[in-house]
Structure formats: structure tokens, C-alpha cells
């Protein structure tokens, strides 16, 4: 497998995203001046916190039936990743992670009472795992583009019939211990603001 | 080839460059798989029919075939032990063609490794890697150098800078662009064009990716900002793979057509990329035979850039602002911070200052008890892939700065060259080296001179030094050189006239560092806010302050808006908009309202601060306990649940609220227990066994308690038997489960089971991300939630039917 490692992917905080996750609803919330001034201060508190990291790796890719056989990493049985690498020659394996204090600082808001600020972390933890795994799904698009080819939409661990013990293999194969990414007997990636996902490498139509 | 060879050409037209010449060997017997550069360097008579070919339809620069042979793209051939003699050879078979007057490129192109700070690669392995690889294209009699297809603009530096320090030959530097004008990186043109000029490239501009059409738009962002030639080296159109072949649609005649028009955007160096031919390049040159070549030079704007934006201070403009903050000195908070390395806390300063206004941010680290160089080296890589402000880097230590220069992916101020011998002497040289504009500050070895005409003096020694290694005035700005005005009452005069001096006379960027104005006198903010004020009706156009600070901004965005630099006065409308109409109203409210229904709103408001207060007056007011609960409190929260479900408030609006409530319950509960009050019930809740996602289910438990519920929180990753034991040993009415994940949730019918197992008559509630309440049902549970005020509504209604 090829890999690429990102050891600090240039994000800018998605703060729409962020604001969206929060169920804010634009026209309908309201928000005075300094709500929104003391709001997009927790957020620039968060996402300094932040520290995104990443690693890419790509491989030959088959499908037969189901079943998707990446060289090198192994198979997964799915039905839609099957479908969505149909015509891919490769497969690419992204993982993404932003580091563990965010998580730490909202657990520890929640401790003392701070719900409100530990409600924010949390989003703007999970936003910032997108952005940072979109980042590289975009990377791999831009340079794949210039090969004359196109890479598909990700798909990640949970989404339609892709189980989740698909982390297994990205874990292993993206060697994402060595980012500092574990993962727990449930299947879990820690810390809880990271994001793996494959995507496809085919001939632009 | 000499510096000025190229220009010498541009003096009378374009310079034309090749086309593809990969595709060409693939058209002579190069098969797919093979290692390219070894392949032509094995076949060298394809190559030299290649080259020729495009010596013959009239390039006046031919690139070697060794776009990849630097070490580590030849290790994936077991190849790079041979990248000295590879690059030698393959340079010598093009040069051994080249006519008269005709000239060759040495081609180095990207590792395909991220360089830091972004990637993995140390920066200075990689420029060792590429001084391989220059080394054997200089041996091999290469005219001049050409780095192309860049993806990233700090390995681009690292080339760059390796070309530097090993020969002096002319470097035609070119980078790639996505589909949002920006590189895979996320490098603008603009930007990429400012940092590689002023690094030392010869000519700036774009290769590959796109077609022609696609390519102008890059072209023109550049050229306003372009002080050297721009060249623009499209692809025949975009590339497709049909069946394993890479294959390109644009004909000669379009391309010719359409690559000509870069010229009238702005290009002076043309030729082609992937898919194109000699009859592509021999279609471009009768295109633009007759067109005179745009050849840009200095135009007196300062210009800074990071690796994602420019920033030019504009005398005519709103006054561009440097963040001050990150400076230790003083800052105890931030020295501690720097010591520890938590460069979190950086971040964050960085990241407040810019949200504040700042344009530039200042980098000072120095400090008793650390290194500061290698503590300024970490803070600049952090800083350059978390903000988009450029730095202004600030250190006495020659050494410091040089090691911040080199890994910083952008075009820095550096703060600051005197006249004192040794930073005229070590420091200059280091900021020209890396292309880094400078802070003059007219001090010398002697002192601050006391007038601002003997600091003009000092100003254009230092300039004439400056010149030697290369600056133009469009390269500096002035420091005024502010002095307290408590121990020299002239002080202020003297740095407003060196500002008026610098700014309409010399003709250079202007700026003060405000605060020492002011030093020794109480209240300083009204000081610093009128010389602000005065500075910028002098004509400075920069200043070093703490954006922050809300007289400074207020000061700022006045004077701006007097002085016309603020155009329609939109700044100055756009800050204050709103101010006005601060809401009042609440406290009005407030300050007529009864106790307990200013507790109410207080709730409803998330007003932590003010409902202890307002609980406790209530009491006092001889409101019964229950009744500021049941008929005040708990209302107020339901309203809040209510709005949050209208979305009229956001989940921090809804905590807020839920804090606010908490703290409000805190006072009341005791009571309600010495009054025997109905109780709403006793939930134990957790996370189930496997899954520590724990925020929503803390929601849940924060909205329970704001009903009126005791709940147990046995908190994450809770055995489905420890549950159970717990809801038996507290008598618990409701028992609420929550789980994140697919893998996890399979725990809660376990739960289930073991509460009826046990005959237990607490009822379950389950909820989180993936459940949904089809599967609560299926698993027997007795409620689905889908958020908190969920969950608390179902609460209520299922302990009301159950009593």
C-alpha cells in the first residue's frame, strides 16, 4: 500500500457546519450581539485544541459479488461499498483524527457544570474530524485529477451495510496506531474525534 | 545560461517553452510501469529525437526528462543510488542537442512526499534531496533550472532553496492548481507567486492540471501581485484514462489559440504540458509571434503572504494591523504555556487576535530559560498550518530568526534590522536570503536618535545597505520608534514626524509600536488611542498593537473613516452596527419584575450569574419551595425546551438554560425535601458497556434533574449488571440508556432482560445516535428518545402514568 501522511492538515473552523451540528437554524434562532461574540470565542477556544492529523493510503482494489478485495489490507463484505467501487481500479483508505484534548475538555466542562461549553467542544471536535478527513478526500481528488482519473464519494465504517468491523481493517492497514488512534473491542476509534472512510480510484467518464 | 539571458529574449518576445515529452517516448517504445527517466536514459537517441523535435519547431527552452529523478521518487525504482549520474546523463543528452542560443532546463519536480509542516518530511532533508538532484543536472551543463508541477508551496521552497545554494543559474519556478484555484495545499496564486519571488525565483507561474481556459484564471490572480515574469505551461485540455491510457482531447489549433490568450493575461514564459506536441507548440508560437511580452516590475506595494493569503498595507487603505499577543513578555500565563510547549494556548492567541482584526501576527518567544530557537521554529510551524495571517517574526537573535525564516512556508516581516553594526551586518543578509520583507528601525549603536530628522538619516543608511542585497522600498516599512512622553514630552512629536517622514516623503510603509507612548501614566488606553489616531493621519499605514484592545479598535476605525481610508465609511458602519441597540430591555424587565418571576426569565434567559440571587429572594419573599418549582422554575425550562424544539434557541441556548436551572435547583432542593414535596422520581442513568461517547447522555441527565428527577449518572461504558443492581439498590423509577454505536447498542436489550429477570418496575428509556424507535420497541424498551427534551418530556408522562 502507498501512504501519505498529513502531520498537520490546514483547516479553517467550519463554523456553519459547527453551528449546524448545534441545531442552530438560521432566520429562526436568535442570538444577541455578545451571545454571538462569547460563542465564536468558545469556538476559536475549541479549535485551537484541535490538532488534525492524517494519513491517506491507496491499493489495488477487486470486487467480486459483495465482497471487496483491497491488496494488501484484506476483504469487507459489503453490498454498497461493493456497488460504489464497481468500477475502481484502486482503493483509497483514509483516517483522520484531531487529536485527544478536545474530547478531554469537553468531559471536563461537563464535569464542572458547563454544559453549554461542553456541548460546543464536542461539535466543533466532530466537525473538525470532517473537515479534516473532507481535506484529504480533496487532496486525493485534486492529484488523482491530474492522472485523468476521479475518485468516488467516501464511505465510512456504519453508513449503509459497511459494518462497522470494517474499522478493523483501516485501522491496520492505515497503521493508525502510529498516529495515536486505538481502537476498542466495540469498534470504537480512540480518540473520539477520528474518522476513517474509503473511497474509490476509477477512469474519469 | 546567465540571470539574464531569459531576459534578454522577453526584451523582444515570448519565450516558448516544450511540450510533453513523456507521452512522446510512450509514442517510441516506453512502456507503462517502467521507470521513466531510466528508461530515456537507456534510450537516448528517442530522447534526443524528443528534444529536437522541439529545438526544431522553435522552443527557446527544452526541460531535461528528470522530473522525477530526485532520491526518494527513484526509490520506488531501487534506483536511488544512480540520481547524481541519472540527472548528468539525462541532462547531458538534451544539452549535447541544443542549437545555438537555445537553451536547457534542468527539471526537478515534486518527491510526492508532504514536506513540513504539513507532511512528515523534515524541511531540510528535503532540499538535501534536491541538492542531489540539482548537482547532477548542473554536471550535466543544464542553462537554467526549472521546478514544476508543484503541489505544495513549502516543498516548492525547499527546491527553491536548494537551487539557491548550490548554483547560481537562473530558477523558473512552477506550481499546480486545483480546480479552486488553489493548490492541493490550499496555496492561492497570489500567495504562491509572492513567497517564490521573493525567494528568488526567476520566473513564477503554473503547469499542468488544466487546460488553457482553465489556466487564465491563475494567470490573472498573479499578475497584480507578479514582480518577475509569469510563465503558464498548460495541459491539451484535461487528461482522461480510456483502458489504461491517459489521453487528451485539445487539438494544435485550439490550444495554439487558446494558450496564446495567457499571454494577454499576463503570461511571458508559454509552453505546453501533459497530452501536448511539437504541432501544439508549433500551433502556439504563430499565435503569438507578434505579441509583446507583459514583463512586470517593481510597483512600491509591500506585500506578505502566508501559505493561503496576501496581505498588503495600503497607505491610501485601512491601516493594516500586526497582533502584538504573542510576546511573553509580561504574560506569565503565556511564558508558563511556551515553557510547557502547550502550544495550544498559542493557537488560541493567534486565532483570538484574528477574529479581533489583526492582519499580521508578531512571533516573539524569547524568554529567560528556553531555546528560543527551536521553541520560535515550533510556534511558526504550528502558527502556519492554524492561521491564515502572515508573521511578522520578532527576535534580536540572528540565528532564531534565519531558523524560523527557512521553514516558514510564506513571505515574513522580520522584525526588526537596525542600524547596529551587527544586525546590519547578520541579519540583513539572513532576511534577503529568504526573501523576507523588513522592519527598519532607525536605532543605532549609539542609541535612539532624539529627532525624526536624524532618524530619517539612519532610515536611508540602512536603505542603502538594504539595496546591496537586493530591497526596493516596496520591501519595508518604518518604524516611527515610539518613546515615552512622560520622561520626554517631545517624544510623541518626534516618532509623529519620523511617521510623516517615512510615509510621505521616503515613500516606504510607515508604522509605530504604540504602547511605550504612554508607559508610566495612568489610564494609558486614551493615549495609545489618540497617537493611534495621529499616526494614521500622518500617513502611517501599519501598526503593532493588541486588536483586542476596544479603545485601540474604536480609535482606529475613527480615524480611518476621518482620515478616507475607510471607503462609504463601511469598516467603521459595519463594527458599531448594532451598538446602539444594546438589549436593555431584560434588565428593565428585570429591576420591576417579582422575584420569583425574574427567576423565571432568568432561566429562560441562561442568566447563571444572576438566579441564586433571585431563587433565594423569592424565599425570601415567602414564595413556598414547591411552588417556585412547580409553577415558576420547572415552566421555564419546559418553555425553554420548548423554543430549543422550535429552534428558536440552539443546544448551547438550551444548556445554558439547563446550567442555569441547576443552579437554581441547588438552592431549592433541600427545602423540598424539609417540605415533603412531591417528588418527581429517582432515574439511573449510563452509557452501556463498550461505548464512551458520553455528552449526550450528560444532556439527558443535566434536562432529568431540571424536571425535578434525583438521578444517579453512573456515567460511560457501564456493564448492562452494574445497572441493574444500581436501579434495584435506589428503588429507581426510570432507568435511561444511551449508546453512540451500532456495536453498542446490542447492549441495551441485555439491560432489559436483566431488569425482568429481576421483576424490577423500574421502566426504560433508551436513545442516542443510532437508535431509533423502531428499536426500542423491538427490544422491549418502554420510551425512545430522540434528544434530551425528549427524553425529559417522556420522563414525566411515563412516571404520570405509572402513578
Not at chain 2, 499542468?208 to 490573472?220: F, K, W
Not at chain 2, 411552588?627 to 429552534?647: N, Q, Y
Not at chain 2, 438552592?667 to 418527581?680: G, N, S, Y
Given at each position: 500500500m502507498r501512504r501519505r501522511d498529513f502531520s498537520a492538515i490546514p483547516l479553517t473552523a467550519p463554523k456553519e457546519s459547527i453551528l449546524r451540528r448545534l441545531k442552530f437554524r438560521q432566520g429562526t434562532t436568535r442570538l444577541a450581539k455578545d451571545?454571538?461574540?462569547?460563542?465564536?470565542?468558545?469556538?476559536?477556544?475549541?479549535?485551537?485544541?484541535?490538532?488534525?492529523?492524517?494519513?491517506t493510503a491507496t491499493a489495488p482494489v477487486s470486487v467480486e459479488g459483495g465482497r471487496v478485495r483491497i491488496e494488501g489490507a484484506g476483504e469487507i463484505e459489503s453490498q454498497s461499498l461493493a456497488r460504489l467501487l464497481e468500477r475502481s481500479t484502486e482503493a483509497a483508505l483514509l483516517g483522520a483524527t484531531v487529536g485527544g484534548a478536545i474530547a478531554e475538555a469537553a468531559s471536563e466542562a461537563a464535569e464542572k457544570g458547563r454544559a453549554a461549553d461542553a456541548v460546543v467542544y464536542d461539535a466543533v471536535g466532530s466537525e473538525m474530524a470532517e473537515s479534516a478527513i473532507a481535506y484529504l478526500h480533496e487532496y486525493l481528488r485534486g492529484e488523482m485529477r491530474r492522472l485523468g482519473l476521479s475518485v468516488t464519494k467516501r464511505y465510512s465504517p456504519g453508513y449503509g451495510d459497511l459494518s462497522l468491523e470494517a474499522q478493523r481493517l483501516l485501522h491496520r492497514a492505515l497503521g493508525l496506531s502510529e498516529l495515536g488512534v486505538t481502537l476498542s473491542d466495540t469498534l470504537m476509534l480512540l480518540p473520539e474525534k477520528s474518522v476513517t472512510a474509503i473511497a474509490g480510484i476509477e477512469e474519469r467518464e | 545560461m546567465k540571470a539574464d539571458a531569459l531576459g534578454a529574449i522577453l526584451e523582444e518576445r515570448i519565450v516558448l517553452l516544450d511540450g510533453a515529452a513523456g507521452t512522446e517516448l510512450y509514442a517510441r517504445g516506453m512502456t507503462p510501469g517502467v521507470c521513466p527517466e531510466m528508461w530515456a536514459a537507456e534510450n537516448p537517441t528517442a530522447l534526443s529525437e524528443v528534444h529536437r523535435a522541439y529545438f526544431d519547431v522553435g522552443c527557446d527552452v527544452v526541460y531535461t526528462f528528470t522530473l522525477g529523478a530526485n532520491r526518494i521518487k527513484m526509490r520506488g525504482h531501487n534506483l536511488e543510488a544512480d540520481v547524481g549520474r541519472l540527472n548528468e546523463r539525462l541532462a547531458r543528452t538534451t544539452v549535447d542537442i541544443a542549437p545555438a542560443g537555445r537553451?536547457?532546463?534542468?527539471?526537478?519536480?515534486?518527491?510526492?512526499?508532504?514536506?513540513?509542516?504539513?507532511?512528515?518530511?523534515?524541511?531540510?532533508?528535503?532540499?538535501?534531496?534536491?541538492?542531489?538532484?540539482?548537482?547532477?543536472?548542473?554536471?550535466?551543463?543544464?542553462h537554467l533550472l526549472v521546478i514544476e508541477t508543484m503541489l505544495d508551496v513549502q516543498e516548492t521552497r525547499a527546491a527553491l532553496i536548494a537551487c539557491k545554494e548550490t548554483t547560481d543559474l537562473p530558477v523558473l519556478v512552477s506550481m499546480t492548481f486545483s480546480q479552486g484555484e488553489r493548490t492541493l495545499t490550499g496555496t492561492p496564486p497570489e500567495a504562491a507567486a509572492v513567497i517564490l519571488q521573493s525567494l528568488g525565483a526567476a520566473v513564477v507561474g503554473?503547469?499542468?492540471?488544466?487546460?488553457?481556459?482553465?489556466?487564465?484564471?491563475?494567470?490573472?490572480?498573479?499578475?497584480?501581485v507578479a514582480r518577475v515574469p509569469l510563465l503558464a505551461k498548460p495541459n491539451a485540455?484535461?487528461?482522461?484514462?480510456?483502458?489504461?491510457?491517459?489521453?487528451?482531447?485539445m487539438g494544435p489549433e485550439e490550444f495554439g489559440r487558446e494558450t496564446a490568450a495567457l499571454v494577454d493575461a499576463g503570461a511571458a514564459v508559454v509552453g505546453g504540458c501533459c497530452g501536448t506536441t511539437p504541432q501544439h507548440i508549433t500551433a502556439l508560437r504563430e499565435r503569438i509571434a507578434a505579441?509583446?511580452?507583459?514583463?512586470?516590475?517593481?510597483?512600491?506595494?509591500?506585500?506578505?503572504?502566508?501559505?493561503?493569503?496576501?496581505?498588503?498595507?495600503?497607505?491610501?487603505?485601512?491601516?493594516?494591523?500586526?497582533?502584538?499577543?504573542?510576546?511573553?513578555?509580561?504574560?506569565?500565563?503565556?511564558?508558563?504555556?511556551?515553557?510547557?510547549?502547550?502550544?495550544?494556548?498559542?493557537?488560541?492567541?493567534?486565532?483570538?487576535?484574528?477574529?479581533?482584526?489583526?492582519?499580521?501576527?508578531?512571533?516573539?518567544?524569547?524568554?529567560?530559560?528556553?531555546?528560543?530557537?527551536?521553541?520560535?521554529?515550533?510556534?511558526?510551524?504550528?502558527?502556519?498550518?492554524?492561521?491564515?495571517?502572515?508573521?511578522?517574526?520578532?527576535?534580536?537573535?540572528?540565528?532564531?530568526?534565519?531558523?524560523?525564516?527557512?521553514?516558514?512556508?510564506?513571505?515574513?516581516?522580520?522584525?526588526?534590522?537596525?542600524?547596529?553594526?551587527?544586525?546590519?551586518?547578520?541579519?540583513?543578509?539572513?532576511?534577503?536570503?529568504y526573501g523576507a520583507a523588513i522592519l527598519v528601525l532607525p536605532l543605532t549603536d549609539d542609541g535612539i536618535p532624539k529627532t525624526a530628522a536624524e532618524r530619517a538619516t539612519v532610515v536611508e543608511r540602512i536603505f542603502a545597505k538594504a539595496k546591496e542585497c537586493g530591497y526596493t522600498k516596496a520591501d519595508m516599512a518604518v518604524d516611527g520608534l515610539v518613546l515615552t512622553i512622560s520622561s520626554d514630552a517631545d517624544a510623541a512629536r518626534q516618532t509623529l514626524e519620523t511617521v510623516r517622514w517615512a510615509a510621505r516623503e521616503f515613500g516606504v510603509n510607515a508604522l509605530m509600536g504604540l504602547s511605550n507612548v504612554s508607559f508610566g501614566l495612568p489610564q494609558r488606553k486614551w493615549l495609545n488611542g489618540a497617537f493611534l489616531a495621529m499616526g494614521i493621519s500622518e500617513g502611517m499605514s501599519m501598526v503593532i498593537a493588541d486588536p483586542s484592545d476596544e479603545v485601540l479598535t474604536a480609535c482606529r476605525l475613527a480615524a480611518d473613516a476621518l482620515c478616507g481610508r475607510d471607503r462609504d465609511c463601511m469598516r467603521y458602519v459595519h463594527h458599531f452596527a448594532g451598538a446602539t441597540e444594546e438589549n436593555t430591555t431584560p434588565e428593565t424587565a428585570e429591576a420591576t419584575a417579582r422575584p420569583e418571576e425574574a427567576?423565571?426569565?432568568?432561566?429562560?434567559?441562561?442568566?447563571?450569574?444572576?438566579?441564586?440571587?433571585?431563587?433565594?429572594?423569592?424565599?425570601?419573599?415567602?414564595?413556598?419551595?414547591?411552588?417556585?418549582?412547580?409553577?415558576?422554575?420547572?415552566?421555564?425550562?419546559?418553555?425553554?425546551?420548548?423554543?430549543?424544539?422550535?429552534?428558536?434557541?440552539?443546544?448551547?441556548?438550551?444548556?445554558?438554560?439547563?446550567?442555569?436551572?441547576?443552579?437554581?435547583?441547588?438552592?431549592?432542593?433541600?427545602?423540598?425535601?424539609?417540605?415533603?414535596?412531591?417528588?418527581?422520581?429517582?432515574?439511573?442513568?449510563?452509557?452501556?458497556?463498550?461505548?464512551?461517547?458520553?455528552?449526550?447522555?450528560?444532556?439527558?441527565?443535566?434536562?432529568?434533574?431540571?424536571?425535578?428527577?434525583?438521578v444517579v449518572d453512573l456515567g460511560k461504558d457501564v456493564d448492562a449488571r452494574a445497572i441493574v443492581d444500581r436501579a434495584e439498590t435506589e428503588g429507581a423509577d426510570l432507568i435511561g440508556l444511551s449508546a453512540l454505536m451500532t456495536t453498542t447498542m446490542t447492549e441495551m436489550p441485555k439491560v432489559i432482560a436483566e431488569?425482568?429477570?429481576?421483576?424490577?418496575?423500574?421502566?426504560?428509556?433508551?436513545?442516542?445516535?443510532?437508535?431509533t424507535e423502531a428499536y426500542a420497541k423491538e427490544i422491549g424498551a418502554d420510551g425512545y428518545a430522540r434528544d434530551a427534551v425528549g427524553a425529559a418530556r417522556l420522563a414525566v408522562d411515563l412516571l404520570a402514568k405509572k402513578k
Open positions: 451571545e454571538t461574540a462569547d460563542l465564536d470565542a468558545l469556538i476559536r477556544r475549541a479549535v485551537a485544541l484541535c490538532e488534525p492529523v492524517g494519513r | 537553451h536547457v532546463a534542468g527539471e526537478i519536480g515534486s518527491t510526492g512526499e508532504l514536506v513540513e509542516p504539513f507532511g512528515p518530511l523534515p524541511f531540510d532533508e528535503a532540499v538535501d534531496v534536491y541538492k542531489e538532484q540539482i548537482r547532477g543536472l548542473v554536471a550535466g551543463g543544464v503554473c503547469n499542468c492540471s488544466t487546460g488553457p481556459q482553465a489556466m487564465r484564471r491563475i494567470v490573472e490572480r498573479m499578475k497584480p485540455g484535461l487528461p482522461r484514462v480510456v483502458d489504461g491510457l491517459t489521453v487528451f482531447d505579441e509583446t511580452p507583459h514583463i512586470p516590475g517593481p510597483d512600491g506595494t509591500l506585500r506578505l503572504a502566508s501559505a493561503r493569503r496576501v496581505v498588503s498595507p495600503d497607505p491610501t487603505g485601512p491601516i493594516t494591523v500586526i497582533g502584538e499577543r504573542i510576546n511573553p513578555t509580561g504574560k506569565k500565563k503565556l511564558q508558563k504555556a511556551l515553557r510547557e510547549r502547550r502550544l495550544e494556548v498559542v493557537r488560541r492567541i493567534a486565532a483570538d487576535q484574528t477574529s479581533a482584526g489583526a492582519d499580521l501576527l508578531d512571533v516573539n518567544v524569547g524568554m529567560h530559560g528556553v531555546d528560543e530557537t527551536a521553541l520560535m521554529v515550533d510556534v511558526v510551524k504550528m502558527l502556519s498550518s492554524t492561521t491564515d495571517a502572515p508573521l511578522c517574526l520578532d527576535s534580536s537573535s540572528a540565528d532564531t530568526l534565519a531558523a524560523a525564516l527557512r521553514v516558514y512556508p510564506g513571505r515574513a516581516l522580520v522584525n526588526s534590522v537596525s542600524a547596529e553594526r551587527k544586525k546590519l551586518e547578520n541579519l540583513l543578509p539572513i532576511a534577503a536570503r427567576a423565571r426569565r432568568a432561566v429562560i434567559r441562561g442568566d447563571r450569574e444572576a438566579v441564586e440571587e433571585l431563587v433565594r429572594a423569592a424565599l425570601d419573599a415567602g414564595t413556598p419551595p414547591f411552588a417556585l418549582v412547580s409553577e415558576h422554575l420547572i415552566p421555564a425550562i419546559t418553555e425553554v425546551g420548548d423554543k430549543f424544539e422550535r429552534h428558536e434557541y440552539f443546544l448551547p441556548q438550551l444548556m445554558l438554560s439547563a446550567e442555569t436551572m441547576e443552579r437554581a435547583f441547588a438552592i431549592v432542593r433541600p427545602l423540598l425535601e424539609e417540605e415533603d414535596a412531591p417528588r418527581a422520581g429517582t432515574v439511573v442513568i449510563a452509557t452501556v458497556k463498550g461505548d464512551v461517547h458520553d455528552i449526550g447522555k450528560n444532556i439527558v441527565a443535566l434536562m432529568l434533574r431540571n424536571h425535578g428527577f434525583d431488569a425482568q429477570r429481576r421483576k424490577l418496575s423500574a421502566r426504560v428509556i433508551v436513545g442516542g445516535a443510532v437508535v
